[in-house]
């Protein structure tokens, strides 16, 4: 085509996706179930009630319905910061001389600063319909935790957030703005849980982890009634949530015939890779059309890359369902590494078994290098990345470079997945010189395995 193409391609309002895509169902092998910890049965339904809303669960079971409608009202809530554009990163292209082409999906503007909020008003919204009184959640970084106090304050939910303690003391922004938007902010270990007062008798000084903060959300909301737990990662459900923004994605690229030839995104737990990569998964799935499929971990929490494949604890206090994923075991306590959304010892399961089967890659890069691209972006494309994206922007950035030594015009897209004005201490030890490269050595490894479920799954 020799339409010129936008720096920004916008879609219209009622070009939002009416329905989410489930990759799931064009999966032949399927993600393997959650067990139940104690009889390590798959979890039926019913067990899965007492702690996400209904709805939900039917969600999270289904991998065969490719395609679930978005109800009207989490549409309208979604038109007040989308369709989120794609932006063609000229300015970076020519900055590093590349033939390549470079495409971002940008999802921080709306103020949780991330793409959290696709799934958070979609989870508050289940909760609503269902009648309960509030939900309950962790946070690490905080977006996440933001991201649903906006979404339970418009639709009227009480909101407990469980941040992790060392989040909660060195981001005080993050939690004001969820006390703005009505939510309780509680530092993670607390003595308002069972498990919390455990972990503080067992370890007085620790600063928290998002596995301890979730199985204090899950006790209060499996102990409060009228009340349920909802996870801002990792779940079938949030990718599928997430899938709207590969949906957005793909409609605005095909309008102008760009086919991309990689596909990039930073991965925690794995919900906006997941979400991005969904509807063009789908074509490679059903051998339409290929894609390279670029998953970008932390060196210091590398789940995929030095993982193992098997049934895991998603949580310190081992109360959650067990999930086989890439996991470093939950007893992994990464070191503190400034991308805090990627700080998840496992991967989703979806993501997991499309890894496992070969359909996608993935590569761990180390933290400074991450904030040197993440600078070279901010000063050239404008945008303040957060770090965890600035993750997809550092191979983004190394592809495009390894373009220009073959002189290939690739297309390369990459999700962009919030802004970083909330993480300016992270940039401040970068500008002074401070930042560390931490990786764990094997050892750190096998120690995190040995906290694994003993049985072969
Ligand atoms: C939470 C978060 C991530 C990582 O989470 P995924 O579930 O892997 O997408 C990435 N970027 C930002 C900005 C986040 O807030």
Same mark, same amino acid.
């Given at each position: 085509m020799s339409q010129e193409i936008p720096y920004k391609i916008y879609l219209s309002e009622d070009e939002i996706p009416t329905q989410w895509y489930n990759l799931r169902a064009d999966m032949k092998k399927k993600p393997a179930p959650l067990l139940n910890p104690a009889t390590l049965k798959p979890l039926t339904a019913e067990e899965l009630s007492v702690v996400f809303c209904k709805e939900l669960v039917e969600q999270e079971l289904d991998e065969n319905t490719p395609f679930i409608d978005i109800p009207k009202e989490i549409r309208d809530f979604y038109k007040m910061y989308r369709p989120s554009p794609v932006v063609r990163a000229y300015c970076l292209e020519k900055y590093l001389d590349t033939p390549a082409e470079i495409y971002y999906k940008f999802e921080g503007n709306n103020t949780s600063g991330s793409h959290k909020l696709n799934s958070a008003i979609a989870q508050a919204y289940y909760a609503k319909k269902q009648g309960l009184k509030g939900v309950t959640t962790e946070t690490g970084a905080g977006q996440w935790g933001t991201a649903l106090s906006m979404a339970s304050a418009y639709l009227g939910l009480d909101c407990k957030v469980y941040m992790v303690k060392c989040s909660y003391e060195q981001k005080p922004f993050r939690r004001e703005v969820m006390r703005t938007y009505g939510a309780t902010v509680t530092p993670s270990p607390s003595n308002t849980t069972e498990i919390g007062r455990k972990i503080l008798a067992e370890f007085p000084g620790t600063t928290g982890s998002l596995g301890c903060a979730i199985s204090e959300a899950v006790e209060v909301?499996?102990?409060?009634?009228?009340?349920?737990?909802?996870?801002?990662?990792?779940?079938?459900?949030?990718?599928?949530?997430?899938?709207?923004?590969?949906?957005?994605?793909?409609?605005?690229?095909?309008?102008?015939?760009i086919k991309p030839d990689m596909i990039i995104g930073c991965a925690g737990g794995g919900s906006n890779l997941g979400g991005l990569i969904a509807p063009f998964m789908r074509e490679k799935l059903r051998g339409e059309n290929d894609y390279r499929i670029i998953a970008v971990e932390p060196a210091s929490c590398p789940s995929f890359t030095r993982g193992k494949y098997a049934?895991? $604890?998603?949580?310190? /206090?081992?109360?959650?369902?067990?999930?086989?994923?890439?996991?470093?075991?939950? +007893?992994?306590?990464?070191?503190?590494?400034?991308?805090?959304?990627?700080?998840?010892? /496992?991967?989703?399961?979806?993501?997991?078994?499309?890894?496992?089967?070969?359909?996608?890659?993935?590569?761990?890069?180390?933290?400074?290098?991450? $904030?040197?691209?993440?600078?070279?972006?901010?000063?050239?494309?404008?945008?303040?990345?957060?770090?965890?994206?600035?993750?997809?922007?550092?191979?983004?950035?190394?592809?495009?470079?390894?373009?220009?030594?073959?002189?290939?015009?690739?297309?390369?897209? $990459?999700?962009?997945?919030?802004?970083?004005?909330?993480?300016?201490?992270?940039?401040?030890?970068?500008?002074? +010189?401070?930042? /560390?490269?931490?990786?764990?050595?094997?050892?750190?490894?096998?120690?995190?395995?040995?906290?694994?479920?003993?049985?072969?799954?």
């Open positions: 909301a499996t102990s409060t009634e009228g009340y349920r737990y909802v996870l801002g990662s990792v779940l079938n459900q949030v990718l599928l949530h997430q899938s709207v923004i590969g949906l957005e994605a793909k409609a605005a690229l095909d309008k102008y015939g049934y895991d $604890f998603c949580d310190t /206090g081992k109360i959650c369902p067990l999930a086989k994923m890439y996991t470093l075991g939950s +007893g992994f306590i990464p070191s503190a590494s400034h991308a805090g959304g990627l700080r998840f010892h /496992g991967m989703c399961p979806t993501l997991s078994e499309l890894y496992d089967q070969g359909m996608m890659e993935a590569v761990a890069v180390e933290q400074t290098s991450v $904030f040197e691209a993440a600078t070279m972006f901010a000063r050239v494309e404008g945008l303040l990345p957060a770090p965890e994206s600035s993750h997809a922007i550092r191979v983004a950035i190394d592809e495009a470079l390894k373009c220009k030594q073959t002189g290939e015009k690739k297309k390369i897209l $990459f999700g962009l997945t919030g802004t970083g004005y909330f993480d300016l201490v992270a940039y401040q030890k970068y500008n002074d +010189g401070e930042m /560390g490269d931490y990786i764990p050595t094997d050892e750190d490894i096998q120690k995190g395995w040995a906290s694994m479920p003993k049985v072969d799954l």
